[in-house]
Every structure is written in structure tokens, then in C-alpha cells.
């Protein structure tokens, strides 16, 4: 497997790959600038990345794809040419930030996607079957909104330059996925999973989450079992009560359990 963090930063730079669209060119050479949409924005920056990883994947002897269907797992897929597993999974997310009164950054998370599908049964909005992965990676992006970009306007081509930016401050992280995960759901009433949460990027890009410590098989158990959002009965809610389920299993393998009952040590100690 070779290095996707480390290749993607090094072409970003260079690449000198600007983030910012201000709009969409028409044929008569009119641009209409565009909001700080999120839906949008995190389409604009899937454009913006996919030269990048196609790029990759032919230094490497990989093929990219997309899925198929909408709205499936993952958003890119690298997978090594003449072969129909080792797949790589990429996903792009976007969040962009809020400041406190002081003008600090407010701590921001992720969404890592449904826990309450390929997750479970392997093939459940995902492009190929699960097991055929053997990485998933996320390239994450912060922006700050643009306070003038609101509603659409046109600008001639040649006048672009004066047209208000719908977002800029633009900074990105590469991780694996389990590395950023938190114990939380992205919010209360999905069953999405969530990442850490922080103000730093840093944070992201060096995957400091709980389970960089324990690994993605911990990741995939805790998730794959994560009590459904209308669950009558919930196995557990957190680290704490995962941990105390880890340990009277009969079902999780000692390895697993050796790896979480040394992580509870950690963070009690």
C-alpha cells in the first residue's frame, strides 16, 4: 500500500491548488457567483480533489471511481488495476467554522457516514462489498464563510476579481477514518458516526482520536454495535459502558478486549 496522506499533501503543494470558487462560467462568458452552501461547497471541493486522487491512482497503478448511485459509500474508490479488492475508500467532508465572542474558534466535528449500514451487513449504500476495503480514509476541509456572499449575482469574466468570496480560509486534513472517530453520534438524532471534536486541525491530521490508540478492528465493533437511535435497549452509550460490555463478552475476541481494557487504564489512571 503505498503513502495517500503523504502523496495527496505533497501534490496539493505542488499543485499551489487554490480551494476558493467564487461561481459557475457560462457560455457567454458570464460567471454567477455562488453561496456558502454547504451542500454545495462540499460538492465544489469533491471536484477539486478528484484530479488529485486520479493523479495518485496513476502514479500508483490504481483505477478511481465513483459509485454508481447516489448518496452511496464512499465518494472516491482506488482500487489496484487487474484486482477486485485491496480497495481504498476516500471521503470527502466539509465543516466550517463558528468564533466565540472573543473571536477563539469554537470546537468543530465530522460525520463519518451511516453506522447502521455497510457496517452491519457489508453491502448497504456501498459501492462494492465492505470486506473488499482494506483502508478508508477521510479528506476533511474547514473554511470560514463569507459574510457578502449571499444571494447569486452575474459578473463578467473580466470583473470576476471584484466578485465577494462565499468562503476562504480553507484548511484540510488526510486520516484515516478511525483515527478521527469520537464515541459520539454526529448529532442527537442520527445514527451518524461522529469524529473528535477540536478547534485545532491538527488534531484531525494527526488522528487523535480514542481509537487511533486502539485500532480500526475496536472501531468497527464499537460502531457495529452502537445501539440504534430508537433502540429499545442500548448495550452501551459511550466508552465507559462499551468497555464494561467489551469485558463480559463471550462473543469479542481477547485481543480486542485486551486493547480496550488498556485504553480504559489509560484514560482512568
Not at 464512499?74 to 480497495?87: A, N, V
Not at 470583473?159 to 480553507?170: K, L
Not at 458516526?193 to 484531525?204: K, L, N, P, V, Y
Amino acid at each position: 500500500m503505498f503513502d495517500l496522506i503523504g502523496q495527496f499533501y505533497s501534490l496539493v503543494e505542488e499543485r499551489h491548488v487554490d480551494w476558493v470558487a467564487k461561481g459557475f462560467l457560462f457560455r457567454d462568458l458570464t460567471v454567477y457567483t455562488i453561496n456558502h452552501d454547504t451542500k454545495l461547497l462540499g460538492r465544489i471541493f469533491e471536484m477539486l480533489t478528484e484530479p488529485l486522487l486520479q493523479e495518485i491512482a496513476d502514479r500508483n497503478g490504481y483505477t478511481l471511481e465513483t459509485p454508481e448511485q447516489q448518496n452511496y459509500y464512499p465518494d472516491f474508490i482506488l482500487t489496484p488495476m487487474g484486482e477486485s479488492s485491496h480497495r481504498i475508500a476516500v471521503d470527502i467532508k466539509t465543516t466550517y467554522r463558528t468564533y466565540r465572542a472573543n473571536g477563539t474558534v469554537s470546537p468543530y466535528k465530522f460525520t463519518l457516514g451511516s453506522y447502521a449500514s455497510f457496517l452491519r451487513n457489508g453491502t448497504k449504500n456501498i459501492a462494492y462489498e465492505y470486506d473488499q476495503y482494506d483502508s478508508h480514509y477521510v479528506i476533511g476541509f474547514v473554511y470560514d464563510r463569507g459574510e457578502d456572499a449571499q444571494a447569486s449575482r452575474p459578473y463578467a469574466l473580466g470583473d470576476i476579481e471584484s466578485a465577494p468570496e462565499p468562503y476562504g480560509n480553507v484548511e484540510l486534513f488526510v486520516q484515516e477514518k478511525y483515527k478521527i472517530s469520537g464515541f459520539g453520534t454526529g448529532s442527537g438524532n442520527t445514527e451518524n458516526i461522529g469524529t473528535i471534536s477540536s478547534s485545532d486541525i491538527a488534531d484531525f491530521r494527526d488522528g487523535n482520536g480514542p481509537f487511533s490508540q486502539m485500532g480500526n478492528e475496536v472501531f468497527e465493533l464499537y460502531w457495529r454495535n452502537y445501539p440504534r437511535y430508537k433502540a429499545a435497549e442500548k448495550l452501551y452509550t459511550g466508552f465507559d459502558s462499551f468497555a464494561r460490555w467489551v469485558a463480559k463478552s463471550d462473543s469479542v475476541d481477547s485481543e480486542l478486549k485486551s486493547r480496550v481494557a488498556a485504553y480504559e487504564r489509560t484514560i482512568h489512571s
